[in-house]
Antibody
Framework: EVQLVESGGGLVRPGGSLRLSCATS????????MTWVRQAPGQGLEWVAN????????YYVDSVKGRFTITRDNAKDSLHLQMNSLRVEDTAVYYC???????????WGQGTLVAVSS | DIQMTQSPSSLSASAGDRVTITCQAS??????LNWYQQKPGKVPKLLIY???NVEIGVPSRFSGSGSGTDFTLTISSLQPEDIATYYC?????????FGPGTKVDIK
């Protein structure tokens, strides 16, 4: 059974940092691109970042470029999102998801809440 | 960047009604278009991929069509369990974009 479990969310002050993790199981992690998607309270879905199977390609939404870094640990089947210089507008539930067929998000984690507030 | 729009932003229909949601891309994305369903308080779920392919396990009342810039999600006979917000998503390039969502309610 494919499983994705996010962790690392919490309350942080503006300008602070958090590192999200996504532990995966039930599939061969190294075969797949992975992605982070977020959802602000009461709002729609927003794609955040993608990473290729070997980590050699990474893509970000403009609003997080230079502040967020997506990485993966293929030895531990885990995905990460390092978030620096956090802003109030980064408050959201962050989901990790598996990517198939170049852009289809077929499995999603349950999400982890990041709240940025003073 | 590719922008996605959806219409309507919300709708209310009776059980058994045919419901149609449209999604438009700001440029040609061929058929690199997916649809997701998100029920209240739940994780998004893949319904349709590559514009018209129904994901395994999704009821046959859901269908998708379109190519280029204009796409449609159709629910042939709305059921109470279809109450949700529906999102389209493009993946024509390595970055993705979601539409703003369409909230579907039952009258």
């Amino acid at each position: 059974e494919v499983q994705l479990v996010e962790s690392g969310g919490g309350l942080v002050r503006p300008g602070g940092s958090l590192r999200l993790s996504c532990a995966t199981s039930g599939f061969t992690f190294t075969w797949f691109w992975m992605t982070w998607v977020r959802q602000a309270p009461g709002q729609g879905l927003e794609w955040v970042a993608n990473i290729k199977q070997d980590g050699s390609e990474k893509y970000y939404v403009d609003s997080v470029k230079g502040r967020f870094t997506i990485t993966r640990d293929n030895a531990k089947d885990s995905l990460h999102l390092q978030m620096n210089s956090l802003r109030v507008e980064d408050t959201a539930v962050y989901y990790c998801a598996r990517v198939v067929r170049s852009g289809v998000l077929d499995y999603w984690g349950q999400g982890t809440l990041v709240a940025v507030s003073s | 960047d590719i922008q996605m729009t959806q219409s309507p932003s919300s709708l209310s229909a009776s059980a058994g009604d045919r419901v149609t949601i449209t999604c438009q891309a700001s440029q040609d994305i061929t058929d690199y278009l997916n649809w997701y369903q998100q029920k209240p308080g739940k994780v998004p779920k893949l319904l349709i991929y590559d514009a018209s392919n129904v994901e395994i396990g999704v009821p046959s009342r859901f269908s998708g069509s379109g190519s280029g810039t204009d796409f449609t999600l159709t629910i042939s006979s709305l059921q109470p369990e279809d109450i949700a917000t529906y999102y389209c998503q493009q993946y024509e390039n390595p970055s993705f974009t979601f539409g703003p969502g369409t909230k579907v309610d039952i009258k």
